[in-house]
């Protein structure tokens, strides 16, 4: 297991957000979460990628603790998140945002050695640069590029700092139904070719249906169902608490 | 460099370069933007007077009298840059003004160093201890003189117990370790001093502690906008009905501008007053051209100006030539000069300028115009200089314990 | 662009700026040529954290300052040579930078300026009374002895040209290290900071370890410039505390250019030489400098610096202008 | 007593720190011109009463001139620099408080001017033995009903709420079809008269001189800090806070005052950045 996850709790306020969660993510798996809004899927997200303080329970990460870290050591470590909005450099060039996020995180303290590293860091950027397809807007500020190409370009720099464990949070957010498709095919192309597990939150059953290994449905901050991704579709719970027939029996 | 050659190539083509002039340079610096632009503008035009009358009767040394006036804008660094820029560019040997003493404390210290005489125009220490290095001169007082004679004044008509309220400034430390002195010698009683940081406006909460002492005489140690700020408001408080008010360096400008609140229970210790009458035909004369080229009389600042630049370019012409120093330097203190006050000397071993002191009064709501002082008492400048000696050791007044808080 | 990205700061620029500057006494007058290269090491330290950080700072006069007095008190009561009190007095204000940074760091925008001004403030009304013995109060620090070195080359600081090449010799040595630094690993991830802090923190990057090292060397900086100004003045006086120092530089630096390495440089030179020829020209200096100033905001809002690249840029259209924020 | 004078002192911070922290609250603009306004306004004051003679229509039109030399610099001068980078109105407000004191020094001359206190509130009043200026009785009560007035205008009139809505939200505001600009001249221009206001109510103390307003300018930012940025009541607090630690320090340590406000302002920007009543998450 990469990811171990056991009774993890987040609380704001009154509001349970996330409650007693357990969760597994194995060396290479694909897993996604889905859920109706306010489901907490976020939240868990960004509990394991130490966005968010975590109030209960521990996360361990090939065995090591992680709880409570702070988010960069986290990062360090290998398990890299991108945002539900693209966030990156604005007015810093494509290439700029990559050879940055390419950058080795254990180099922010030394002030020699700039040309040798940054050659290495070059190369990185440019093979990340093709993997999304951002190529030909290299040189252009990033606050220049569209919408598809920011989700584009955020995934990029979560792919360059060489993540062990990618989170993804809705990465085809926003995207036409064509892009979408592109995007979902790209993403689980490139976690076979670097081996990586990946967490998806998303919203679009096609995008996860195509992509995932297995699937696990949030609902008040509990895990509802896990299963492959065909049992969920046809799970009749699942549909109610999507379609909001009328509360789960649980 | 090249600039230089481009302009003096200029120079030769216009006037007839054979008969290049003579004459002779004086360099001042004043800081003529910042807070205190209107006193130094006053100096500036002293010195311009003087130098327009010198060359008015025939210049000096067969040329013109030439004054360069640069502005410190009150900045050390800038007023230093200035003072380099004129002796290393412009090749003087003779500098001056400044009203600061900080700063002229610092360019005698530069003068010391590269061999030049300094004419400072402002109440200084030049004189006095370890800043006295042969180079520097005042044609103002030493920052003590002023406390000596009112004291003598103060506590012989206004009072036994006083009370002070100083600007915690170095300049105004000096004069209070004078109070302190003459306080003992004429057996004042002395009620405790108030410390406030340069640039206090709003006075009103020292007036409880006042009050409690409720002194005779109150000695105000301040300048400029502060000394204005506390006249206002502790003449609103009819503090000045409780109490004498004694200032120990004071202007015609803060008189002005304070108006019916200088009124007649305010003293104030200055070395010139414009209307002051003992003076006599040279003081007229004086108040007359500086009036009509300047529209309003001469401040203290104003006839210090004209009196050092006046002294310069005497000894100057004295000595025949503007760049040995020293040779300038014992003309300098070898002669008497005619000043709006008569004829005064700067005392050979130390450079002070030999003056009296004038123990001035407010007219309050009689002041008319320029008029606002009246002169109440003029103290000759024996029983206020210190000996050379006593100025070396900064004696009597540098092992006066002055209150630290 | 490939060169760029692997090398944002060529060595051209650095010797272009080099032999521009080096022969200023001239064309100006040796003492303001000296304090051109001083307030210049100065703009560029404050650059550092503003420009290429994000780090607004009213306060930077605190380090500047900070550098004169720690020199001018080396130089005074410990009588150290030349070369000991200028390390002195630069690693006196890159430790105090870096002490308010760590304790200020996680504050942001407007509020870290609020505390840089607050601190420099204290430092000012400090030196002004309470530590009047030491620091020499309202006349600033005195007496500081004649200096000369012997160790390149014997050299009488007292005489003006002299002084410039010691100040230029710090310069060339500053100018290089800022260029050294802009391109080291650190320096590169400062940009990503400015833009977006939170990101750079996701990527595995310490964020407010950066930001304090950034302050760090920006202190270096402002306190080997105070130190050079005391080796030139032969003098510290107080205005090098006053707040107005911290706003001077900011305006210099911002009038030239914040997100380009010779901007700071430019915005010093174009301001100090206003300052000077208006000030020959007239007692009202300020009024024409301060108008002047608002105008060249208003008409060049990236920075005569910025707006010059700009333009060249432009001549040389490449596809999509690179705009500044 | 001595906390009478501290609320005298006080009163005028207040003036001075609501002024900036309407600015700031509404336009995001850290004004370093804040202390030339306090300047202009006793200027004007010296100029109406040397024209009309009275003290008290000198006072309402001095925060009215002001006021609209206010709104004449924001449209004309900070406008354009809104969508720019943050920092440039910032820096725009720096070159204007260089360049105005000079420019009253090329039209009023380099000697300050006297304003007299008005005939009526000279002199003082006794608490007890001790004499109290009625003049500082005059500010502080003037003050109380300008906090009041300025209170009830922004939270009950229409305009006043608009204002509110636009610190919080500009865009928002802007979506709803209301013109912000004007919104924020308008502010900018209230904000201004008051600082204007204090210079007025303090020129018969210290008399109208055209450097007075360099150094207030940054006490009255330690007002607005201590406060909170933005909030009303934070510079009502700070300004008495101030008010009384200055009077208090300066009882027993008169050099110190002024290193004290700035210790406070350090302490309080460590432990709590937003101040008293500044909203959380204002950067």
């Known amino acids: ?250 | 460099m090249i600039r230089r050659l481009v302009l003096i190539a200029l120079i030769c083509i216009l006037i007839p370069c054979a008969a290049m002039a003579e004459g002779a340079k004086f360099g001042i610096v004043l800081p003529l933007s910042g807070p205190y632009a209107a006193m130094a503008q006053d100096m500036k035009n002293g010195a311009m007077l003087a130098t327009d009358q010198v060359n008015q009767a025939g210049g000096v040394l067969g040329g013109q009298a030439e004054l360069i006036v640069k502005d410190s804008q009150l900045k050390a660094d800038i007023a230093l840059r200035r003072v380099k820029e004129m002796v290393e560019e412009e090749h003087l040997t003779v500098i001056g003004g400044n009203l600061s003493g900080a700063i002229s404390l610092v360019i005698n210290e530069y003068a010391c160093k590269n061999n030049l005489l300094y004419m400072s125009y402002c109440y200084n220490s030049l004189p006095v201890g370890k800043e006295f290095c042969g180079k520097g001169f005042t044609s103002a007082v030493i920052p003590y003189q002023n406390p000596d004679a009112l004291a003598t004044y103060a506590f012989k008509n206004l009072g036994k117990t006083w009370m002070s309220l100083s600007a915690d400034y170095r300049g105004f430390h000096d004069m209070m370790a004078s109070w302190m002195y003459n306080s003992d010698q004429l057996g004042g009683e002395f009620k405790g001093n108030i410390y406030h940081p340069l640039g206090t406006r709003d006075f009103s909460t020292y007036i409880p502690r006042i009050l409690a002492e409720s002194p005779d005489i109150l000695v105000l140690n301040n300048y400029g906008a502060d000394q204005i700020a506390a006249i206002k408001q502790f003449s609103q408080l009819g503090l000045t009905k409780k109490m004498k008010i004694v200032i120990s360096k004071t202007h015609l400008h803060i008189a002005k501008e304070c108006g019916k609140a200088y009124d007649a229970n305010i003293y104030g210790g200055a070395t010139y007053y414009w209307n002051m009458k003992a003076a006599g035909e040279e003081n007229k004369k004086f108040v007359e051209a500086f009036t009509a080229k300047f529209g309003a009389p001469p401040s203290g600042d104003a006839e210090a100006a004209y009196v050092g630049t006046k002294a310069v370019w005497q000894a100057i012409a004295k000595n025949g030539a503007a760049d040995n120093v020293d040779a300038l330097i014992d003309a300098l203190t070898s002669m008497t000069v005619q000043t709006p006050k008569g004829s005064e000397q700067f005392r050979a071993c130390d450079h002070a300028r030999q003056q009296s002191i004038l123990v001035l009064r407010g007219r309050g709501d009689q002041s008319k115009d320029w008029d606002v002082f009246e002169v109440v008492q003029e103290v000759p400048w024996e029983e206020t200089l210190q000996s050379c000696e006593n100025n070396k050791n900064n004696l009597p007044y540098g092992n006066v314990p002055i209150p630290t808080k | 662009m490939e060169e760029k990205l692997e090398n944002p700061y060529s060595l051209k620029i650095v010797w272009a700026i080099l032999l521009v500057l080096a022969p200023m006494p001239l064309v100006l007058s040796t003492p303001l040529a000296t304090e051109i290269l001083i307030y210049a090491i100065f703009a560029m330290g404050f650059n550092l954290a503003l420009g290429h950080t994000g780090i607004l700072s009213f306060g930077h006069a605190a380090y500047f300052g900070l550098g004169c007095y720690v020199t001018g008190m080396a130089l005074r009561y410990l009588e150290l040579g030349v070369f000991p009190a200028l390390l002195l007095g630069t690693l006196a204000a890159g430790l105090a930078a870096l002490a308010l940074a760590a304790l200020a760091v996680k504050r942001q925008g407007v509020y870290f300026a609020m505390i840089s001004l607050a601190f420099s403030q204290m430092l000012y009304f400090l030196a002004l009374s309470p530590l009047k013995g030491l620091t020499g109060g309202e006349d600033g620090l005195k007496f500081i002895p004649k200096l000369a070195i012997e160790f390149p080359a014997p050299l009488d600081l007292s005489k003006p040209l002299s002084a410039y090449f010691f100040t230029l010799f710090f310069f060339a040595l500053a100018i290089f290290a800022m260029r050294q630094v802009l391109n080291s690993p650190m320096g590169r991830l400062l940009p990503a900071i400015r833009e977006n802090e939170a990101r750079v923190k996701s990527l595995g990057f310490p964020s407010h370890a950066l930001k304090i090292m950034s302050m760090a060397i920006s202190g270096l900086f402002c306190g080997l410039a105070g130190g050079l100004l005391t080796v030139y003045l032969g003098y510290v006086p107080l205005s090098t505390l006053h707040w107005f120092t911290s706003g001077s530089i900011m305006m210099m630096t911002i009038l030239g250019g914040m997100q380009s390495f010779s901007g700071p440089i430019v915005g010093v030179l174009v301001f100090l030489c206003l300052q000077d020829v208006t000030g020959n020209f007239t007692e009202r200096w300020e009024l024409f400098s301060g108008t002047l100033f608002m105008a060249l905001i208003l008409l060049f809002p990236q920075g005569v610096a910025g707006t010059i690249r700009q333009r060249v840029r432009r001549r040389m259209a490449p596809a999509i202008p690179e705009q500044q924020t | 007593m001595h906390i009478l004078l501290g609320l005298a002192l006080g009163a005028i911070y207040i003036l001075l720190a609501a002024g900036l922290t309407i600015v700031y609250g509404l336009l995001d603009v850290v004004n370093f011109a804040h202390g030339v306004f306090y300047m202009l306004g006793a200027y004007a004051v010296f100029l109406v009463i040397s024209l009309t003679g009275s003290f008290w229509i000198g006072l309402a039109s001095a925060a009215i001139i002001t006021g609209l030399i206010g709104a004449l610099a924001e449209v004309f001068l900070l406008r354009p620099l809104y969508e720019k980078h943050q920092l440039y109105p910032l820096l725009l407000t720096f070159g204007f408080s260089v360049a105005v004191p000079d420019l009253m020094k090329v039209i009023f001359g380099l000697i300050g001017k006297t304003v007299d206190y008005p005939e009526a509130l000279s002199g003082f009043i006794l608490l007890g033995t001790i004499p109290f200026p009625k003049y500082r009785l005059f500010i502080i009560v003037l003050t109380a009903v300008v906090m009041t007035s300025l209170w009830l205008f922004l939270k009950k009139s229409d305009l006043g709420m608009v204002m509110r809505a636009a610190t919080l939200n500009s865009r928002m505001v802007e979506a709803l079809g209301i013109d912000v600009a004007r919104i924020w001249t308008v502010g900018f221009s209230i904000g201004v008269g008051l600082a204007a206001l204090g210079g007025a109510v303090a020129a018969p103390m210290v008399s109208a001189s055209p450097d007075m307003g360099v150094e207030i300018t940054v006490e009255s930012f330690v007002v607005v800090v201590l406060g909170g940025l933005g909030s009303l009541a934070g510079a009502v607090t700070g300004g008495l806070i101030i008010g009384q630690v200055v009077s208090f320090v300066s009882l027993f340590a008169g050099q110190y005052s002024k290193v004290a406000i700035f210790i406070v302002m350090f302490i309080v920007l460590l432990v709590r950045p937003r101040g008293l009543f500044g909203e959380a998450g204002r950067h």
């Open chain 1, 1 to 250: 297991m990469i990811i171990k996850a056991e009774k993890l709790t987040k609380k704001f306020g009154g509001l349970v957000a996330v409650d007693q969660v357990d969760f597994t993510l194995a060396a290479g798996e694909f897993k996604s979460i889905i859920g109706p809004n306010g489901a907490g899927k976020t939240t868990l997200f960004n509990l394991i990628a130490g966005a968010e303080p975590v109030d209960g329970g521990r996360i361990l990460f090939q065995g090591d603790e992680i709880t409570n870290l702070p988010q960069e050591r986290i990062a360090r470590m290998g398990v890299v998140k991108t945002c539900q909005t693209s966030q990156f450099f604005p007015s810093l060039s494509v290439m700029q945002n990559l050879s940055v996020a390419a950058q080795p995180p254990s180099s922010w303290r030394s002030l020699w050695r700039g040309k040798g590293l940054a050659q290495k860091t070059l190369r990185q950027a440019k093979a990340v640069l093709k993997q999304v397809g951002l190529e030909s807007a290299a040189d252009c500020p990033a606050e220049a590029l569209s919408h598809g190409e920011r989700r584009y370009l955020d995934l990029g720099l979560a792919l360059a700092a060489n993540p062990k464990v990618l989170l993804l949070d809705e990465p085809t957010a926003g995207m036409s139904p064509a892009e979408t498709r592109q995007a979902a095919r790209l993403i689980k192309h490139l976690a076979q070719e670097f081996s990586l597990s990946v967490i998806l939150v998303e919203h679009d059953m096609g995008v996860v249906m195509e992509v995932s290994d297995r699937v696990l449905v949030m609902n008040e901050g509990r895990i509802f169902a896990e299963g492959a991704p065909q049992e969920i579709r046809r799970n009749p719970d699942v549909q109610r608490i999507y379609l909001g027939k009328g509360r789960a029996a649980c």
